[in-house]
Each structure stands twice: as structure tokens, then as C-alpha cells.
């Protein structure tokens, strides 16, 4: 773990990893990780092209509503049943990701990803206070000094009748995908 902590690159080699660092109440670390592909895509286009958007993989809205008001949505942690039980059941409709609003209605976040859209020639994507992860591919995003993302609040229209709409993290890179 000092090692990975430290940075030093011989801790996993030259190859793609996904690391998942727990720590457990009793003060215990444990460290997993697994070998991944590499992210295809990590920059948002300079320039949004009109493709067909047919073969975009597809993404719907949860039923379910993101409660705000416990301190658990704004932190990673284990407890994410509802984020896995509809990351699965997207899975068995063959979606690509499920996505959240809160209780006031604000886009929040998908299962596994960050949202971002392109809506009236801004990359827009939701302000954490919404209820979302500060993920680690939107925080990248941030710095990136060829296009500007810019924290909004969103709505389910805004998300609708967005220019285009991409969901990203840290492992899969940036996905333009497609509401249902």
C-alpha cells in the first residue's frame, strides 16, 4: 500500500489497474486490484459533431430519487444498494447506464458515471451539492484548457433536449450515449 501510495510505478507496472483502497472501521486497509483496458476516450470534443446517434449505447432515467439529505450520497463508500441493484437492472435491459435526479427534480448522476451534456454550446455538467460523487474523471475534466465544463444545475428536459449527453469515470473514460 506505501508503495501504490507513494507513486511509485513498479507497484503495478506499466499495465491499466482499477484499485479499490477500503479502509474498515476498525482501522484496517485492504487494497484490490484488477487489470483493465484503458480508457478509449478522456477528453470531451473541441468540436461536437452531428453523427448518428443510433449507435450510441443507450441510458434511461431511475425510477428511484437520490436522497440528498443523508451525508452518504456526497462520500464513496460500500453502501451503494441502490446504485448496484440499478446498475444491474439497466444491465438486464441491455442500457448502458441509469441515471438519477433528486427530490427537486436536479440531474444527479448515474449508477457508475458522472453526466455531462452539451446544451445550447456549453458542456455542462451538475454542481456536487446536487447529490453526485466528485468523480475523477469529471474533476480531470475541469483542467482541461481546450474545453470549458461548467458546474449547472440540470434538469430532466435540459438532459432531453441536450445537443448531446455523455456519462464518464476514471475506468471507462467519456461515453456519448443516448437517452431511451
Known sequence: VKRLLLGEESCFGNTHKRVRLTLKKD???FLNATTCDPPAVTTIPTDLQIQDKSDLPLVDFSDKVIDTDTPWCFHKTTLRETYDLEYNHA?????????????EGQVTEGCITNII?????EYLTPPVNCGLLPGVMREKLFGDKHVA????????????????????NSVRGIVQVRLK
Open 27 to 29: 482501522g484496517r486497509v
Open 91 to 103: 444491465q438486464q435491459q441491455g442500457l448502458y447506464e441509469l441515471l438519477f435526479c433528486n427530490r
Open 117 to 121: 451534456i452539451h446544451h445550447r454550446g
Open 149 to 168: 465544463l461548467v458546474e449547472k444545475v440540470l434538469t430532466r428536459e435540459m438532459v432531453e433536449s441536450a445537443d448531446a449527453l455523455f456519462v464518464c
